[in-house]
Antibody
Framework: EVQLVQSGAEVKKPGESLRISCKGS????????ISWVRQMPGKGLEWMGR????????NYSPSFQGHVTISADKSISTAYLQWSSLKASDTAMYYC?????????WGQGTMVTVSS | DIQMTQSPSSLSASVGDRVTITCQAS??????LNWYQQKPGKAPKLLIY???NLETGVPSRFSGSGSGTDFTFTISSLQPEDIATYYC??????????FGQGTRLEIK
């Protein structure tokens, strides 16, 4: 079965760092881009950026450039989304998704809550 | 960035109704347009890719059309399980992807 499995929910304080993960299975991980998508509580979907797991080349949405880092370890078929200093406004559900011409496979989502 | 204007933002319809959602791009995106369904508490699900192609396993009551800047998503006969929020998404440039604002569909 083709799937993306994300790491569990996180509760963090402002200023803390965080890395969440997305592990692919059932397909060739290096053959598809992986994207991250944010959904703030009660809001719509926002594309954050993408990574080519074969060479770790990345593109970011201007809205997220410099605020997050997307990386991947192809040896373990895992992509990551990382923050160096969280803000309360980072509270959201984060999805990874497999991308070719469309987001055809999605992870189950990781809820990140940032609160003092 | 290409902006996607999706309408309506919410919609109430009866079981069996024909439902239509539109999405307008701020510039020509050819057929680089996908549609997703998101049910509460769940990840989005791909329904239509490249404007008019039905994803495998998706019921045939869902369809999409359009090209250039104007696109339409249709449910031919609304079913109770179709209650969800629907999003369009463009990929004219895979380095800059954008979603529409979403349409919340409710049963009347």
């Amino acid at each position: 079965e083709v799937q993306l499995v994300q790491s569990g929910a996180e509760v963090k304080k402002p200023g803390e760092s965080l890395r969440i993960s997305c592990k692919g299975s059932g397909y060739s991980f290096t053959s598809y881009w992986i994207s991250w998508v944010r959904q703030m509580p009660g809001k719509g979907l926002e594309w954050m950026g993408r990574i080519d797991p074969s060479d770790s080349y990345t593109n970011y949405s201007p809205s997220f450039q410099g605020h997050v880092t997307i990386s991947a370890d192809k040896s373990i078929s895992t992509a990551y989304l990382q923050w160096s200093s969280l803000k309360a406004s980072d509270t959201a559900m984060y999805y990874c998704a497999r991308l070719r011409r469309a987001f055809d496979i999605w992870g189950q989502g990781t809820m990140v809550t940032v609160s003092s | 960035d290409i902006q996607m204007t999706q309408s309506p933002s919410s919609l109430s319809a009866s079981v069996g109704d024909r439902v239509t959602i539109t999405c307008q791009a701020s510039q020509d995106i050819s057929n680089y347009l996908n549609w997703y369904q998101q049910k509460p508490g769940k990840a989005p699900k791909l329904l239509i890719y490249d404007a008019s192609n039905l994803e495998t396993g998706v019921p045939s009551r869902f369809s999409g059309s359009g090209s250039g800047t104007d696109f339409t998503f249709t449910i031919s006969s609304l079913q109770p399980e179709d209650i969800a929020t629907y999003y369009c998404q463009q990929y004219d440039n895979l380095a800059s992807i954008t979603f529409g604002q979403g349409t919340r569909l409710e049963i009347k």
